[in-house]
């Protein structure tokens, strides 16, 4: 059974850095792109980022870009997230999700989420 | 960046109903990478169909997707209390990954 779990989500103030991580077990982790997927309170999903498989393309929205870093560790099975520099608009839950096959982005398999919290 | 507006907005509906939710593309899906999702109260979107009109695992057979270029549906033949949720569509054709504004559906 495929299982993602998030972790590492709190609050912080702005300008703050948090890392927030995923746990990912049921399947071969190395082989599947992940991406992270946002959503603010009462708002639409908002995809974040993206990597491959082998973590050598990666790809971030341009509301990010420049203060977030996507990483895998394939020996532990777990995708991560820092995310620095951090704004009010950043608060949301955050979601790690696999992609459904390689050379798709839909998500097949979403993590509970972890909520994010940017407030003074 | 595509722009993807669902319509209606809202639907009430009774159990047993057909419904048909539509997403609107602003550019066209050439490669029709076009994903529904619906998302329950405090729980993660759930997979629906991908590619337009290819019914994910485990999802039931009443969940069918259509539609090709800009104009895509979600049909739900016979519709169960279980189905109460939110439904976005989802764009993967160009980047970045986009998602509808969403059709909220309640079962009355």
């Known amino acids: 059974e495929v299982q993602l779990v998030e972790s590492g989500g709190g609050l912080v103030q702005p300008g703050g850095s948090l890392r927030v991580s995923c746990a990912a077990s049921g399947f071969t982790f ?3 792109a992940m991406t992270w997927v946002r959503q603010a309170p009462g708002k639409v999903p908002e995809w974040v980022s993206a990597i491959s498989g082998p973590g050598d393309f990666i790809y971030y929205a341009d ?9 895998r560790d394939n020996s532990r099975n777990t995708l991560y997230l820092q995310m620095n520099s951090l704004r009010a608009e ?5 979601y790690c999700a696999k992609n459904l096959m390689n050379g798709t982005a839909c998500y097949e398999y979403w993590g509970q989420g972890t909520l994010v919290t940017v407030s003074s | 960046e595509i722009v993807l507006t669902q ?3 809202t639907l009430s509906l009774s159990p047993g109903e057909r419904v048909t939710l539509s997403c609107r593309a602003s550019q066209t899906l050439s490669n029709n990478y076009l994903a ?5 109260l405090g729980q993660a979107p759930r997979l629906l169909i991908y590619s337009a009109s290819n019914r994910a695992t485990g999802i039931p057979n009443r969940f069918s997707g259509t539609g090709s270029g800009t104009d895509f549906t979600l049909t739900i033949s016979g519709l169960e209390p279980e189905d109460s949720a939110v439904y976005y569509c989802q764009q993967w054709e160009t980047a970045p990954v986009t998602f509808g504004g969403g059709t909220r559906v309640d079962i009355k």
Do not use: C, E, L, M
């Open chain 1, 30 to 32: 190395r082989n599947y």
């Open chain 1, 63 to 71: 509301s990010v870009k420049g203060r977030f870093t996507i990483s």
């Open chain 1, 90 to 94: 950043d608060t949301a839950v955050y």
């Open chain 2, 7 to 9: 319509s209606p907005g």
């Open chain 2, 36 to 40: 529904w999702y619906h998302q329950k």
